[in-house]
């Protein structure tokens, strides 16, 4: 059954520093997402994205935070300068369409330390 | 806005007896509710979902949640839990075009 993944399983980083989390998702999905989790807090929306452009995203997602499409399979999410809050379980998702009743399928998450 | 609020944190059940676990959610307009498990080191993975058609929507090992209007929830349930349901359990709501909202999610314990 095909399946979203995400590398790495767990990411350590200096506060400032730059990270990049990497997601392949389903191969014939058109719509892509990240959400996190901090530790003991909800799964939050951060970003969603079709056609090779962002069609929403939410408040945490600000000026530090990009994402991209760079080829046919991969989606990634970048972090310019991390900070100690940006501490949290990042999962990607991908859906045939978006919205409605539409499963999005996760993939297992990223683990992002900040130190 | 929409918001999803599940009562409890963590549940713990017997082997054998009656999972319950609770979400209620706000939405202005119409909503789509889901359930996803998370088990250990693993993504979510969809239980279930409801999309406006029956109220009583049944999900993969042996979940059920029933629609309620009037209550403004989407309870989780298996009349018989088993060990391997031990996981982690968020209901999600979304209408329309909208992202997935998320509960704080519910860890559910089974004890032999």
């Known amino acids: 059954e095909p399946e979203v993944t995400q590398t790495p399983s767990h990411q350590v980083t200096q506060m400032g520093q730059e990270v990049i989390l990497r997601c392949v998702p389903i191969?014939?999905?058109?719509?892509f997402y990240w959400y996190r989790q901090i530790l003991g807090q909800k799964v939050e929306f951060l970003v969603s994205?079709?056609?090779?452009?962002?069609?929403?995203k939410s408040e945490i997602f600000d000026d530090q935070f990009s994402v991209e499409r760079p080829d046919g399979s991969n989606f990634t999410l970048k972090i310019r300068s991390t900070k100690l809050e940006d501490s949290a379980m990042y999962f990607c998702?991908?859906?045939?369409?978006?919205?409605?009743?539409?499963?999005?399928?996760f993939g297992p998450g990223t683990r992002l330390t900040v130190t | 806005a929409q918001s999803v609020t599940q009562l409890g944190s963590h549940v713990s059940v017997s082997e054998g007896a009656l999972v319950l676990l609770r979400c209620n959610y706000s939405?202005?307009?119409?909503?789509?509710l889901f359930w996803y498990v998370q088990y250990p080191n693993q993504g979510l993975q969809l239980l279930l979902k409801y999309t406006s058609a029956a109220t009583l929507v049944k999900g993969i090992n042996g979940f059920e949640a029933e629609f309620k209007k009037s209550e403004t929830s989407f309870h989780l349930t298996k009349p018989s839990a088993h060990m391997s349901d031990a996981a982690e359990y968020f209901c999600?709501?979304?209408?329309?075009?909208?992202?997935?909202?998320f509960g704080k999610g519910t860890r559910l314990s089974v004890i032999a």
């Open positions: 939405s202005s307009v119409p909503p789509y």
């Open positions: 999600a709501v979304s209408s329309g075009n909208t992202p997935l909202v």
């Open positions: 994205f079709y056609n090779n452009e962002i069609s929403e």
């Open positions: 998702a991908s859906s045939l369409t978006s919205g409605g009743p539409y499963e999005q399928y």
């Open positions: 191969s014939n999905h058109l719509y």
